[in-house]
């Protein structure tokens, strides 16, 4: 923390300092960061096990210990760009991250985040990408 740099007092809000603090001192951030970590690997054991149902022809994968994101590798065969294109024009949004760069570059890998999970959403879009590769495959 010391080698952070100083805020200037005036856009400091003390009041919320000083709840952080009391809550570290209780002990309360603890049990906090316990249930997300909780959470967290229930999100990544449910997506894990949609991955694994819908795409495990596709994609590979290693299911992180750690973090909120998987790291997919689709198979060589395929352009994940053309792929999602395929989604997009089909009316399924892919929710691509704000700083995203798209290229046009053929693209085989993906970061998944799972931070913020609707398990309905992700096995709707796993059942889609599995259509899409499945009739790209044959």
Do not use: C
Request: glycine residues 6%.
């Amino acid at each position: 923390m010391q080698t952070l740099p100083a805020q200037p007092i005036e856009e400091r809000d003390i009041i919320k300092e000083q709840a952080f603090a009391e809550m570290i001192a209780k002990g309360d951030m603890a049990d906090y960061a316990r249930q997300i970590r909780l959470q967290s690997k229930t999100y990544r054991d449910e997506l894990h096990l949609i991955l694994n149902h819908y795409l495990h022809k596709f994609v590979s994968y290693v299911i992180p210990e750690h973090g909120l994101t998987f790291w997919l590798k689709f198979d060589e065969k395929f352009d994940l760009n053309v792929m999602l294109k395929k989604l997009d024009d089909g009316g399924i949004p892919v929710p691509y991250h704000p700083n995203n760069q798209k290229t046009s570059f053929k693209t085989n890998h993906m970061m998944l985040g799972f931070g913020a999970f609707d398990i309905n959403e992700a096995e709707g879009g796993a059942k889609m990408l599995n259509m899409v590769f499945s009739e790209a495959s044959s």
